[in-house]
């Protein structure tokens, strides 16, 4: 996106927000239990979870469209829980656009200052100044229809953040767009954000979308927060089995540990534990990422070492997945970009592969 570099928004002091013990309940479903968050200004904030999880209802209690059952919601420590959706001064873009199709580019902008009372001349070079923020600075005389998918989704991004919003909510706003457009408008969107310094919360079931897009991502499981982190802690560190599954691909191999620098795997493999791993007594998950284990060529070292066949070959591109299963009947996926490997392995081919002991992190079997 281009335009003025001086651009601001009106009123365009991004403000923080904070929930606290948010809980909604619909009959004998618990969506929302004791949830607690802060978005920090400036922040652009992910939630991050499977259908069913309780995103869409977090939502609808910020944006005032769902009230909690207990609970609060604070947007720059003004207690918006039972404000009226309007009063909110919200933004917020779905993923079916919401255009009113029977106005123009420029009108469906407008509306929000409209809707303020804001005259007309600085409605109209307000307009044109977002228009072009978003990169449509010619589009304002045409109607939602006559624009592409992306070009809606820009224009529905324009009316969000046009009149200074203290908080942006995006709902799966790119779930209609095409893979490419996707994360074209999500490099669009980050770089608006941080330049408006805007607020904002983002919905999403896409796990690489969270990845690329956050400052921080809130895993959520069954109305509650599983994991809260930079995308790096979340991919890196995922606190249980269920964050560890649902980001990125993985291997979760359950082991016991018993008070050592090593586990022993449910096929007898000895794996040596990172050096700050929890090593009493206990049953553990060592998550190995595709992309951290190592083919090992003759003479190659590791700390742990895995003898296998492969039993399944994915090109990627970029990559090659091949699916492993090891001598003593482990199956394992490994990940390796073109030039880690001396050949392009072929099915039935024998590996050796292995890893240190800091390539894996330990995870609780619960
Ligand atoms: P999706 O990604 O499919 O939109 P979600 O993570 O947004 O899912 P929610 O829509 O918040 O999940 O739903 C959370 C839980 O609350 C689900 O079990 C859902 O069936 C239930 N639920 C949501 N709204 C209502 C409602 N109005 N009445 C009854 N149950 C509801």
Known sequence: MTGSPTYTVAGSVAQGMHIKGVTRRFGQVDALTGIDLAVREGELLTILGPSGSGKTTLLKVIAGFEQPDEGTVCLNELDITYMPPAKRDIGMVFQNYALFPHMTVAENIAFPLQMRKVPKAECASKVQEVLK??????????????????QQQRV?????????????L?????????????????????RLQRRLGLTALFVTHDQEEALV??????VMNKGRIAQLGT???????????????????????????DGGNEATMDDGTRVALPLDADTE???????LRPERARYLKEGDQADTILDGTVIEIVYMGETTKYRLRTDTGV?????????????ALAMHERVAIGWDRNDIHVIQWT
Not at 133 to 150: A, H, I, M, T
Not at 180 to 186: A, C, F, T, V
Request: hydrophobic share 45%; aromatic share 6%; proline share 7%.
């Open 133 to 150: 923020l978003v990169d449509l600075p010619e589009f304002g005389d045409r109607l939602p229809k006559q624009l592409s998918g992306g």
């Open 156 to 168: 529905a991004l324009a009316r969000a953040v046009i009149f200074g919003p203290r908080l942006l």
């Open 170 to 190: 995006l709902d799966e706003p790119f779930g209609a767009l095409d893979r490419k457009l996707r994360e074209q408008m999500q490099l669009e969107v980050r």
């Open 213 to 218: 897009l956050s400052d921080r991502i809130a």
């Open 231 to 257: 995308p790096q802690e979340i991919y890196q560190s995922p606190v249980d089995r269920f964050v560890a599954g649902f980001i990125g691909e993985s291997n979760l191999l359950h082991a016991r540990a």
């Open 281 to 287: 007594n206990r049953d553990i998950g060592i998550l």
């Open 331 to 343: 199956e394992l996926i490994v990940r390796w970009p073109l030039g880690a490997v001396r050949h």
